[in-house]
């Protein structure tokens, strides 16, 4: 009999296994790998100051810590090098950044993230950036596919993984248990992405699936460092480097397209000051939420059944601090927090139609 039986291996569901094995638990992973799943597109990206005005990202004093102290343990669990911290520079706009800058860097708040600011040109070499910029710190990307991979072996060498396409009407619940086929469970949380959007228990929550393309290119003079400026530029392990991301809630299918690519290459126009070549494209759908915020917790109807998901574009930074606050729920009694938690959007289920 296992304890949690969680559908979907991305981000979520792989960072999930490893917190509730480290508790002991016993665990079966069932997941249809798709190429175009979040996770396995994604640049992997985390990085503490985004946006135009360059904003402190959401809870960034509580996500960062986590994920800076997560990332490294779990790479030595699982013998494998996936976690690369590294700077991002980025390059202010126009001269209002710079004046921007220079009257919020007073506020301490900003102090663990900028490593230093320039107001001269820094990276002229490649980048137009007139104006200098500042260089932030506890950024860095996860290489996804590769936690993925590794993860998946330590779950297939323990009997606790299986690829095969959940159907949620084959379960069966029993007494205490569920059950699914030959597998008995008592716990059943899914981590399906967008695909909860199908699923009778969870099609109620607010879902706002994104869109996302990148292209690879390849420069002539490697950086070592991620530019970011209404595109990123992100030297990808010893591969070619990636450029994203666009950003459509209006779509047809998942895959790349000429009009994204065309959207990329204009904004990198903007950014970058060298010619290059274009090596790959890549799209994907982030399972991202109305209110920005992850969906977490438990079925308003059944207490054995939960959703951790709604990571939209910011898993790698979410993932690792909302799985521990999950499991502390599941196995501790925690209580879960507000902003985090489905009870939020009960409403939305009492007024589903019921057959
Ligand atoms: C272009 C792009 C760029 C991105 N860049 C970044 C970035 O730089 N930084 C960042 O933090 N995030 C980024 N993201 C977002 C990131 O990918 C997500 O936040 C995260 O990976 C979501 O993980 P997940 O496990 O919730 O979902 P998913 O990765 O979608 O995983 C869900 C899994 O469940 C499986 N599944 C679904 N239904 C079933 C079923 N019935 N039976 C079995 N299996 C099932 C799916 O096949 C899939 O394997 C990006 C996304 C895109 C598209």
Redesign the pocket.
């Known amino acids: 009999m296992y304890d949690y039986l969680i ?7 792989a960072v999930l296994s490893q917190r509730l094995l480290e508790r002991g638990k016993k665990i079966m992973v ?5 190429d175009n ?10 990085n503490p100051i985004t946006g135009r005005k360059m904003f402190k990202t959401w809870r960034a004093d509580e996500f960062f810590p986590e994920l800076l102290q997560f990332y490294p343990i779990f790479e030595q669990t699982l013998g494998a090098k996936f976690f690369h911290p590294m700077g991002v520079y980025r390059p202010y706009f126009a001269i209002e950044d710079q004046n921007d800058w220079e009257a919020k860097k007073a506020d301490t708040k900003f102090d663990s993230y900028i490593a230093h600011a320039s107001t001269t040109p820094i990276a002229a070499h490649q980048l137009h950036d007139p104006y200098g910029g500042l260089f932030l710190k506890q950024a860095g ?1 996860v290489n ?1 596919v590769k936690l993925l991979t590794a993860n998946k072996k330590r779950l297939t060498d323990k009997g606790s993984y299986q690829e ?4 949620e009407k084959e379960v069966v619940r029993d007494s205490d248990h569920f059950v699914y086929g030959v597998l008995k469970f008592k716990k059943l949380i899914f ?5 909860a959007q199908q699923s009778d228990w969870f099609d109620w929550l607010p879902f706002h699936p994104v869109k ?3 292209i690879d290119i390849a420069l002539e003079k490697r950086p070592d460092t991620i530019y970011n400026r209404g595109v990123f530029i992100l030297p990808f392990e010893n591969e070619s480097l990636r450029v ?2 666009t950003y459509h809630h209006q779509y047809d299918n998942m895959e790349p397209t000429e009009a994204g690519q065309n959207e990329l290459k204009q904004k990198l126009s903007g950014l970058l000051d060298e010619t290059y070549q274009v090596t790959g494209s ?6 991202a939420t109305k209110d920005r915020r992850p969906f977490i917790g438990k079925h308003p109807d059944n207490e054995h059944i939960y959703v951790f ?1 709604g ?7 979410l993932i690792p601090y909302c799985s521990k606050l999950f499991t502390a729920h599941l196995l501790d009694g925690e209580p879960l927090d507000a902003e985090l938690d489905i009870s939020r959007y009960y409403s939305h289920y009492s007024a589903k139609p019921k057959d």
């Open positions: 559908i979907g291996h991305g981000l979520a569901g069932l997941d249809q790998p798709q799943h979040s996770s396995a597109v994604a640049a992997g990206i985390f990307y996804i095969a396409m959940f159907n981590c399906n992405g967008v695909k996302g393309e990148m994203g991301s890549r799209a994907g759908i982030r399972p998901n990571f939209g574009s910011k898993g790698v930074s």
